[in-house]
């Protein structure tokens, strides 16, 4: 991870007692294995987590779900969908037109996915909790070609800190990053284009209702939402953002996201699991880097 974040900044990461957002998203896969983790980056059971803390916020139903895609109905999926792996990101296979899909295609790139262990390289090891399984839900954002322009929202602390809205992935990808009251910022992460600037979601009030609600337990989340016919729609949860390895222009944007960011609040820290923990804990507190 070191080397990884080295080469990306130029510098080694301070991984004990960590000052940039950036890094801290590696302490979080060093120490904190919250076992919540793994119920939320589970795309399947973070969906039932969703219910049980915002009732009225939507997601995409599950049409089928099992440990074997050989056995996806095909046959009884008439209008679009995607074919997701519920432990990984980017485990998926778009069905625009179901009267065309490679069955044979579909079923080989979910099986070799069913038999992978997502962030085994970069050390997110919450992923290696989840028990995969092969699920289809319906395609959201027709209005959008099926692709919907993507909200994530990071929350620190159950507030939120900023969004990154995301479109034209069928086109050109443009990125946006906006504050809670939907003001653009003038902020680019790594070489990604900064440039979209779009109106006011018109359910943006109900999706930070939803998203503090979500986060109001956790130090961090990224949350991501879309909206479909002026409401809002639950995508994912996000543990470890671009697992750490962006830059942001200017780079004095990592060090207020941080400044959000209270590890003191994260379950290693809230509740010290060992002898080591509680020590380390207490040289963090004295060394002003968390408080009590």
Known sequence: MARYFYRLHGRLP???APVYYTEK???????????????????????????GRVPWLTFPPVLWQGADAARIPFDELTAPYIVKCNHGSGMNAVVADPKIVDR???VAQMAKYLGRRHGTNLGERSYWHIEPRVFVEPLIGAAEAYMPTDYKFCVAGGRVVYVLAIAGRATVLRRGFYDRDWQRLAIAESADDASLDIPRPVSFSRMVEAVEVLGADFDLLRIDL???NGAPVFGEFTIYPRSGLFRFDPP???LAVSEKWDLARSAYLRDPPSWFARCYKAVLMAAGRIKA
């Open 104 to 106: 044979a295609g579909v």
């Open 25 to 51: 998203v590696h302490w979080r896969k060093i120490f904190d294995d919250d076992p919540r983790f793994a119920v939320l980056l589970d795309k399947l059971k973070s969906k039932a987590f969703v219910s």
């Open 14 to 16: 301070n991984l004990s």
């Open 226 to 228: 879309y909206e479909e």
């Open 252 to 254: 004095s944007f990592d």
